[in-house]
C-alpha cells in the first residue's frame, strides 16, 4: 500500500469531482502560465539588450532627432568601441492592423553590433549593396510570405508617402527570444528622400547606439557623451540599453501590474475551488479518519492523507495545465505575432506554475487536516451510521 | 468463572460532558474488574453511558477522574500520542458499521493494524491470511467492501480487530446492522475467539440474544454498573 496508494484511491473516489478539480486547475494554470508568459515577453528587450551597448537620444525626447555629426564625436569618446545610428520609421504595410516595428538603420555598423541578428553573408552582401535594400525577421517574412526579392510598400506615418524597398535579407534571430517580426533598410536611402524633399529631419537620427569595450564603463561612458553635448542645441541622454528599454516598458506599467494582478487572482480563484473540494472530501470521511486514528494511526497519518490527496489532485491539474500550456501559447503567438513578437515560455513560468499549484494543495488542505486531526474519535465515530 | 488476575482494573471511574454550561454526567463512579478470557457484555438503555465505558477502556476518550488499568498499563496518564500506540498494540475493535476503509480491499483493510507494527511485508501478509482463516474469507480476500455482505463486512472487521493479536477486543453493537442469521455468525466466531483463542471480549449491546453468549452481563444506567448473572435474564 499503502499511504500513496490510499491517497491515489481516495482521490478517484468521487470521479466527477475530482475531475472537474483537475479541469479547473489545469484551466487555472494554463491561464496563469500564458500571463506570465504575457508579462515575461513585455520584459523581453530588457532581458536580452546586451550590457556592453548603449543608446543616445534627445534629451528632451525620443521624437527630436540628433545631428548626424554627433557620430564622430562620439566615436572619439574613451572607452566606444563602435557606433550605429537609427530612426524610428513608423511605416503601415496594408493598414494599421498589420503592424510592426520598421526602422532605417547603417546596416553594416547594426548588423556588426548585434550578434543576435543572424544573417548569411551572401544576403548581408546584397543588402549592403541594394540601397533600397531591406531585412526582415524571419517570422515577419513568413507572416506574409515575402521572398527574397520582393518589392515591399510602405506607407509612411512619420514620413510621408510611399516607400518601395527589395527584400534582400531574412534574419533569425541567434536565441529564441530574439525578435524575428523587425523590419530594417537603410538610413541612407531615408536620408537622401528627406534631403530631397527638404525636410527638417535630413542629417537626423532617432539615436546613436553605442557599442562600449566592457560593460563596466557603461556610466562613465555615458556621462562623458552627455557632457560632450552639454549647452548644445541637441542635449542628450545615454543609457544602457537595458535602461532604455525599460523606460518604454514603465509607459505600459499599469497594464503589466494589472496582468501580474489576475494572474494572482486566479491562484486564489483556484485555491478555493481546491479548498472547497478537499473541505467536502474531508468531511465526508471524518468518520473514516477517526477509525484510522482509533487503530492507532496518529495525526501525522490523516495529515498525511489529506495534504498528500490535495497535493495529488492539484498537481495533476497542474500537469495538465503545463502540457496544455505550449500548444495554447503557439496558438497565442501566431494569432497575436503583431503586438508578441517572442511567445516563449519560459522555465521560470514553469517553475512559477509548479511553485503556484503546491501553495494551493497544500493551503487548501490546512483547514481539512486541522479539523480532521484535532476532532475527538469519539466524536468522529459518531458520524458514521 | 475464571481465576486469573484482571486484565482490565477501573477504579473510581467518573465521566460527564459539557453542553454549553450545562454538565452531563455519564458515569457515576465506576469500578469494575475484567479478568483475563472473560466475555463480559454491557447493557443498558440508550443514554445510559455503555459506549462511553467502552471508549473510556479502549483508550479513545478521556475521563474525569478515576484509573483504568489494561494489561498492567494506567492508560489515564497517557498522552494522545502515547494512547494512539497502545491502542495499536493492544485494543481491536469491532463497530456497528463495521468501518471498513471502502477503497481498499478485505486484505488490505485487515493489513491496516499492522502497518504501524514494524513487521515485514511477509510477516504482515501472513497474520492477515491467519486472520481472515480465522474469520473463514481467505475467499474474499481481495473484495472490497461494498462487494461484501453485512456479515461478511463485520467478519473482515473482526479479523482485522484480532490480527494485531491484542489484549482485549472492544465491540461496540457488532450485530445491530446485521440480519438474525448474519448476527448469529458474528456471535458464533466471538464465542469462538474467546473459548478457541483465550481473547477477552467486552461487548456492547442491546441485544439480550448476543448478550446471553457473554460470561457476565452487566447493566449501566444513568451512569451506575450493576452486574448480573445470565440467570436474570
Same mark, same amino acid.
Given at each position: 500500500?499503502?499511504?500513496?496508494?490510499?491517497? /491515489?484511491?481516495?482521490?478517484?473516489?468521487?470521479?466527477?469531482?475530482?475531475?472537474?478539480?483537475?479541469?479547473?486547475?489545469a484551466?487555472?494554470?494554463?491561464?496563469?502560465?500564458?500571463?506570465?508568459?504575457?508579462?515575461?515577453?513585455?520584459?523581453?528587450?530588457?532581458?536580452?539588450?546586451?550590457?556592453?551597448?548603449?543608446?543616445?537620444?534627445?534629451?528632451?525626447?525620443?521624437?527630436?532627432?540628433?545631428?548626424?555629426?554627433?557620430?564622430?564625436?562620439?566615436?572619439? !569618446?574613451?572607452?566606444?568601441?563602435?557606433?550605429?545610428?537609427?530612426?524610428?520609421?513608423?511605416?503601415?504595410?496594408?493598414?494599421?492592423?498589420?503592424?510592426?516595428?520598421?526602422y532605417?538603420?547603417?546596416?553594416?555598423?547594426? =548588423?556588426?553590433?548585434?550578434?543576435?541578428?543572424?544573417?548569411?553573408? @551572401?544576403?548581408?552582401?546584397?543588402?549592403?549593396?541594394?540601397?533600397?535594400? &531591406?531585412?526582415?525577421?524571419?517570422?515577419?517574412a513568413?507572416?506574409?510570405?515575402?521572398?527574397?526579392?520582393?518589392?515591399?510598400? =510602405?506607407?509612411g506615418?512619420?514620413?510621408?508617402?510611399?516607400?518601395?524597398?527589395?527584400?534582400?535579407?531574412?534574419?533569425?534571430g541567434?536565441?529564441?527570444?530574439? @525578435?524575428?517580426?523587425?523590419?530594417?533598410?537603410?538610413?541612407? /536611402?531615408?536620408?537622401?528622400?528627406?534631403?530631397?524633399?527638404?525636410?527638417?529631419?535630413?542629417?537626423?537620427?532617432?539615436?546613436?547606439?553605442?557599442?562600449?569595450?566592457?560593460?563596466?564603463?557603461?556610466?562613465?561612458?555615458?556621462?562623458?557623451?552627455?557632457?560632450?553635448?552639454?549647452?548644445?542645441?541637441?542635449?542628450?541622454l545615454?543609457?544602457?540599453?537595458?535602461?532604455?528599454?525599460?523606460?518604454? !516598458?514603465?509607459?505600459?506599467?499599469?497594464?503589466?501590474?494589472?496582468?501580474?494582478?489576475?494572474?494572482?487572482?486566479?491562484?486564489?480563484?483556484?485555491?478555493?475551488?481546491?479548498?472547497?473540494?478537499?473541505?467536502?472530501? &474531508?468531511?465526508?470521511?471524518?468518520?473514516? /479518519?477517526?477509525?484510522?486514528?482509533t487503530?492507532?494511526?496518529?495525526?501525522?497519518?490523516?495529515?498525511? =492523507?489529506i495534504?498528500?490527496?490535495?497535493?495529488?489532485?492539484?498537481?495533476?491539474?497542474?500537469?495538465?495545465?503545463?502540457?496544455?500550456?505550449?500548444?495554447?501559447?503557439?496558438?497565442?503567438?501566431?494569432?497575436?505575432?503583431?503586438?508578441?513578437?517572442?511567445?516563449?515560455?519560459?522555465?521560470?513560468?514553469?517553475?512559477? @506554475?509548479?511553485?503556484?499549484?503546491?501553495?494551493?494543495?497544500?493551503?487548501?488542505?490546512?483547514?481539512?487536516?486541522?479539523?480532521?486531526?484535532?476532532?475527538?474519535?469519539?466524536?468522529? =465515530?459518531?458520524?458514521?451510521? | 468463572?475464571?481465576?486469573?488476575?484482571?486484565?482490565?482494573?477501573?477504579?473510581?471511574?467518573?465521566?460527564? %460532558?459539557?453542553?454549553?454550561?450545562q454538565?452531563?454526567?455519564?458515569?457515576?463512579?465506576?469500578?469494575?474488574?475484567?479478568?483475563?478470557?472473560?466475555?463480559?457484555?454491557?447493557?443498558?438503555?440508550?443514554?445510559s453511558?455503555?459506549?462511553?465505558?467502552?471508549?473510556?477502556?479502549?483508550?479513545?476518550?478521556?475521563?474525569?477522574?478515576g484509573?483504568?488499568?489494561?494489561?498492567?498499563?494506567?492508560?489515564?496518564?497517557?498522552?494522545?500520542?502515547?494512547?494512539?500506540?497502545?491502542?495499536?498494540?493492544?485494543?481491536?475493535?469491532?463497530?456497528q458499521?463495521?468501518?471498513?476503509?471502502?477503497?481498499?480491499?478485505?486484505?488490505?483493510?485487515?493489513?491496516?493494524?499492522?502497518?504501524?507494527?514494524?513487521?515485514?511485508?511477509?510477516?504482515?501478509?501472513?497474520?492477515?491470511?491467519v486472520?481472515?482463516?480465522?474469520?473463514?474469507?481467505?475467499?474474499?480476500?481481495?473484495? %472490497?467492501?461494498?462487494?461484501?455482505?453485512?456479515g461478511?463486512?463485520?467478519?473482515?472487521?473482526?479479523?482485522?480487530?484480532?490480527?494485531?493479536?491484542?489484549?482485549?477486543?472492544?465491540?461496540?453493537?457488532?450485530?445491530?446492522?446485521?440480519?438474525?442469521?448474519?448476527?448469529?455468525?458474528?456471535?458464533?466466531?466471538?464465542?469462538?475467539?474467546?473459548?478457541?483463542?483465550?481473547?477477552?471480549?467486552?461487548?456492547?449491546?442491546?441485544?439480550?440474544?448476543?448478550?446471553?453468549?457473554?460470561?457476565?452481563?452487566?447493566?449501566?444506567?444513568?451512569?451506575?454498573?450493576?452486574?448480573?448473572?445470565?440467570?436474570?435474564?
Amino acid at each position: 500500500m499503502h499511504i500513496i496508494k490510499l491517497i /491515489y484511491k481516495n482521490a478517484f473516489r468521487h470521479k466527477l469531482r475530482t475531475s472537474l478539480t483537475i479541469l479547473g486547475v489545469a484551466i487555472a494554470i494554463l491561464a496563469f502560465g500564458l500571463l506570465r508568459t504575457v508579462i515575461s515577453t513585455w520584459y523581453l528587450g530588457v532581458e536580452t539588450a546586451s550590457a556592453s551597448r548603449l543608446v543616445t537620444r534627445n534629451a528632451v525626447s525620443l521624437v527630436f532627432p540628433l545631428p548626424l555629426a554627433y557620430k564622430e564625436k562620439i566615436r572619439q !569618446i574613451d572607452g566606444v568601441k563602435g557606433i550605429s545610428y537609427g530612426t524610428w520609421f513608423g511605416g503601415i504595410y496594408i493598414d494599421e492592423k498589420h503592424f510592426f516595428a520598421n526602422y532605417a538603420v547603417e546596416p553594416k555598423t547594426y =548588423l556588426a553590433m548585434f550578434p543576435e541578428i543572424i544573417l548569411s553573408p @551572401d544576403q548581408k552582401a546584397a543588402v549592403f549593396r541594394d540601397r533600397k535594400g &531591406a531585412v526582415a525577421g524571419r517570422k515577419l517574412a513568413e507572416r506574409y510570405g515575402w521572398k527574397l526579392g520582393d518589392i515591399i510598400t =510602405l506607407k509612411g506615418t512619420i514620413f510621408p508617402g510611399n516607400w518601395d524597398f527589395v527584400l534582400r535579407g531574412i534574419y533569425k534571430g541567434r536565441d529564441e527570444n530574439v @525578435d524575428e517580426t523587425a523590419f530594417l533598410f537603410h538610413w541612407e /536611402y531615408l536620408n537622401e528622400a528627406l534631403k530631397k524633399a527638404g525636410r527638417s529631419w535630413a542629417d537626423q537620427v532617432g539615436w546613436y547606439m553605442i557599442e562600449i569595450t566592457h560593460p563596466d564603463l557603461a556610466a562613465d561612458v555615458s556621462v562623458r557623451i552627455d557632457k560632450t553635448f552639454k549647452n548644445s542645441l541637441a542635449e542628450t541622454l545615454t543609457e544602457t540599453e537595458k535602461a532604455f528599454t525599460l523606460s518604454f !516598458i514603465s509607459m505600459t506599467e499599469a497594464i503589466v501590474i494589472a496582468i501580474q494582478l489576475v494572474s494572482f487572482v486566479i491562484i486564489f480563484i483556484i485555491l478555493a475551488v481546491v479548498a472547497n473540494t478537499m473541505a467536502m472530501t &474531508a468531511r465526508e470521511r471524518i468518520g473514516e /479518519y477517526a477509525i484510522l486514528k482509533t487503530l492507532g494511526f496518529g495525526g501525522f497519518h490523516v495529515s498525511g =492523507l489529506i495534504f498528500g490527496e490535495s497535493i495529488f489532485i492539484t498537481m495533476l491539474g497542474a500537469s495538465l495545465g503545463i502540457l496544455l500550456t505550449f500548444p495554447a501559447a503557439k496558438i497565442f503567438s501566431k494569432e497575436l505575432s503583431t503586438y508578441f513578437p517572442v511567445f516563449n515560455i519560459e522555465r521560470e513560468t514553469i517553475v512559477m @506554475d509548479i511553485v503556484a499549484s503546491f501553495f494551493v494543495g497544500f493551503v487548501a488542505a490546512l483547514f481539512p487536516t486541522w479539523t480532521a486531526v484535532k476532532i475527538r474519535i469519539a466524536d468522529g =465515530l459518531r458520524r458514521i451510521g | 468463572m475464571n481465576q486469573k488476575p484482571p486484565i482490565v482494573e477501573i477504579r473510581s471511574l467518573y465521566k460527564s %460532558y459539557r453542553r454549553g454550561s450545562q454538565v452531563i454526567p455519564v458515569l457515576n463512579d465506576i469500578s469494575l474488574d475484567i479478568k483475563e478470557g472473560e466475555f463480559l457484555a454491557l447493557m443498558g438503555p440508550s443514554g445510559s453511558g455503555k459506549t462511553t465505558l467502552l471508549n473510556l477502556i479502549a483508550g479513545i476518550d478521556k475521563a474525569d477522574s478515576g484509573t483504568i488499568h489494561v494489561g498492567g498499563v494506567d492508560i489515564t496518564s497517557l498522552s494522545e500520542t502515547e494512547l494512539a500506540h497502545w491502542r495499536a498494540l493492544h485494543v481491536g475493535f469491532i463497530f456497528q458499521f463495521y468501518n471498513l476503509i471502502p477503497v481498499l480491499t478485505a486484505f488490505e483493510n485487515v493489513e491496516l493494524p499492522l502497518l504501524l507494527t514494524g513487521l515485514s511485508k511477509r510477516k504482515r501478509q501472513e497474520h492477515v491470511r491467519v486472520a481472515l482463516q480465522v474469520v473463514n474469507l481467505t475467499d474474499r480476500m481481495e473484495h %472490497y467492501p461494498g462487494q461484501l455482505s453485512g456479515g461478511q463486512q463485520q467478519r473482515v472487521a473482526i479479523a482485522r480487530a484480532i490480527v494485531t493479536d491484542p489484549t482485549i477486543l472492544v465491540a461496540d453493537e457488532p450485530t445491530g446492522d446485521l440480519d438474525r442469521i448474519s448476527a448469529n455468525d458474528v456471535l458464533g466466531l466471538m464465542e469462538r475467539l474467546v473459548h478457541e483463542l483465550g481473547k477477552t471480549i467486552i461487548l456492547v449491546t442491546h441485544d439480550p440474544r448476543a448478550a446471553k453468549k457473554a460470561h457476565i452481563i452487566m447493566h449501566l444506567d444513568k451512569g451506575v454498573l450493576n452486574a448480573h448473572n445470565q440467570t436474570d435474564l
